[in-house]
């Protein structure tokens, strides 16, 4: 029964991973750069995305919003005159490739642009499932604590980067450099670190400014 249980699991990871793939050669194609952006719910995500984006001034950009109920976040940047359309995943916990494929044949994305897409709000399961996507871009903020890569330590693996957002709330709750970047570094020592104040704009610049070198080669 239990290796049962394992090859199923296997399986839906490998059609998973040949959807993705596919995806991914067509935007390596058509020179579309995609993040796929996540983090628990509330960390910031929007927050980076929206001030990464202002800050992209030479390719077009969208934002594929991932939730399992409503548009709020897509409604949020196409007031602003982002081009963005919503994912619903309905009561999953992730986005997985077949959603992907699914939404970009009704919204086809244009030739070198740059994409994000703002998984559902959850530091586990986006981590099991490509989508597509170039590099993952984590998410994380100081009022989560700091003992997450201890406890999510996926997520930290596969990030290329790592946001640490709502530095000024630091003071606030205590929260430990030493033992969170220690805990990063026990599971990613090549992921790009930056720590931002999403809110007022703090370390935006640096970190758009990286995001923009990378989608560029
Ligand atoms: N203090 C502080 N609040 C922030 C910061 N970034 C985002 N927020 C707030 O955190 C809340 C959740 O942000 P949002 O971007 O929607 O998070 P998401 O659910 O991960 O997309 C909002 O009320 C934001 O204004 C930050 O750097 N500092
Ligand atoms: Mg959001």
């Given at each position: ?29 058509r ?79 244009r030739d070198n ?105």
């Open positions: 029964m239990a290796s049962e249980t394992v090859s199923i699991i296997k399986s839906i990871y490998a059609d998973n991973n040949s959807i993705a793939a596919k995806i991914n050669a067509s935007f390596t194609a020179k579309i750069f995609a993040v796929n952006v996540l983090g628990a719910p509330g960390t910031g995500k929007t927050s980076v995305i929206a001030g990464v984006i202002a800050r992209i001034k030479d390719r077009p950009v969208t934002v594929i919003e991932g939730d399992i109920e409503s548009d709020i976040d897509t409604k949020l940047f196409a007031s602003r005159g982002v081009d963005a359309f919503q994912i619903n995943t309905h009561g999953g916990c992730h986005l997985d490739a077949k959603m992907m494929d699914k939404a970009l044949a009704a919204h086809p994305l642009s740059v994409v994000f897409i703002e998984n559902v709000g959850n530091l586990v399961c986006p981590a099991e499932y490509e989508i597509g996507e170039h590099m993952k871009l984590l998410v994380v903020s100081a009022a989560e604590g700091s003992d997450k890569p201890y406890k999510y330590p996926l997520a930290f693996q596969k990030a290329g980067i790592i946001v640490l957002n709502k530095a000024d709330l630091k003071v606030h709750v205590d929260f430990n450099d030493k033992f969170f970047y220690d805990g990063v570094k026990a599971h990613n020592t090549t992921a790009k670190i930056f720590e931002v104040n999403a809110k007022k704009g703090d370390g935006i610049d640096a970190l758009a400014q990286w995001l923009i070198n990378v989608a560029a080669h």
